[in-house]
């Protein structure tokens, strides 16, 4: 189950990585499309860090430009591969306590807290690119199917 949660990381970098390079090839990048980006990223820092028990902002909703949102890809990057060579594979099955940006405890095991983060990030993607619609061409293709063909 590591290996696999592990993959869908991968798989999160490189299609966040699509979308950050198709953002750099446009002049003034529409700022919804931005404010879906950062918010994107936050997410994945503020889950990260409540599960290595860093520091969190609890805010989820900022709006970020470029390069902020490229820095923060990158922070995000190598600490999520930290975190996959650190974590062992029962810890994914142990409900993890956390609270949320509203103050509300819950106890949800880990596996069902990386599943929420990478079916986050599809959502959002796919709002991203959707904003880009009639701005550039050819829009960026973040299909799992896609990553999987090159190895």
């Keep these: 189950?590591?290996?696999?949660?592990?993959?869908?990381?991968?798989?999160?970098?490189?299609?966040?990585?699509?979308?950050?390079?198709?953002?750099?090839?446009?002049?003034?990048?529409?700022?919804?499309?931005?404010?879906?980006?950062?918010?994107?990223?936050?997410?994945?820092?503020?889950?990260?860090?409540?599960?290595?028990?860093?520091?969190?902002?609890?805010?989820?909703?900022?709006?970020?430009?470029?390069?902020?949102?490229?820095?923060?890809?990158?922070?995000?990057?190598?600490?999520?591969?930290?975190f996959f060579l650190t974590i062992q594979e029962d810890d994914l099955n142990v409900p993890f306590h956390y609270q949320t940006s509203k103050g509300e405890q819950y106890d949800t095991p880990m596996f069902d807290i990386l599943t929420h983060l990478i079916n986050h990030s599809s959502y959002h993607r796919g709002q991203i690119i959707d904003s880009l619609k009639g701005v550039i061409e050819p829009l960026p293709v973040t299909d799992f199917i896609v990553f999987s063909r090159n190895p």
């Design 1 to 82: 189950m590591k290996s696999h949660f592990q993959r869908l990381y991968e798989y999160e970098n490189w299609a966040n990585g699509r979308v950050i390079n198709t953002l750099k090839q446009i002049n003034n990048p529409p700022e919804r499309s931005l404010l879906l980006l950062a918010h994107l990223l936050i997410s994945q820092r503020e889950w990260l860090h409540r599960i290595v028990k860093k520091t969190t902002t609890n805010k989820f909703w900022e709006l970020y430009n470029l390069d902020q949102s490229e820095n923060l890809f990158q922070q995000n990057s190598e600490e999520w591969r930290h």
